[in-house]
């Protein structure tokens, strides 16, 4: 089992920037790939960016592309989310989650093994 806890959501204007925390507890933090995704009201839920066990190469949706950075820092189980230049339609909640190794972490057919609760980030107009 993981355990995935998020963090640094909020309210912020649109322009503005949040950074999203992920801490991980459990298993070896090291054999998962880890994923951002984001669901907003009456909506499906969409990847936003992801990142191999490796810390190698990153993936984004393109609606954030050039916005958002993720990050991994092994050595303290956590995995990050940058956001900048926040607009009103990256208004969700925020969940984070973990794909063991040989699943597919990106792209079609993704799948992610464990999640977290979620953190909410309103960007107001």
């Known amino acids: 089992q993981v355990q995935l806890v998020e963090s640094g959501g909020g309210l912020v204007q649109a322009g503005g920037s949040l950074r999203l925390s992920c801490a991980a507890s459990?298993?070896?933090?090291?054999?998962?790939?880890m994923g951002w995704f984001r669901q907003a009201p009456g909506k499906e839920r969409e990847p936003v960016a992801a990142?191999?066990?490796?810390?190698?190469?990153?993936r984004y949706a393109d609606s954030v592309k050039g916005r958002f950075t993720i990050s991994r820092d092994n050595a303290k189980n956590t995995v990050y989310l940058q956001m900048n230049s926040l607009k009103p339609e990256d208004t969700a909640v925020y969940h984070c989650a973990a794909a063991s190794l040989g699943s597919i972490w990106w792209g079609p057919g993704y799948k992610y093994d464990y999640w977290g609760q979620g953190t909410q980030v309103t960007v107001s107009s």
């Open positions: 990142i191999p066990a490796n810390g190698g190469r990153t």
């Open positions: 459990g298993r070896t933090f090291i054999n998962y790939a």
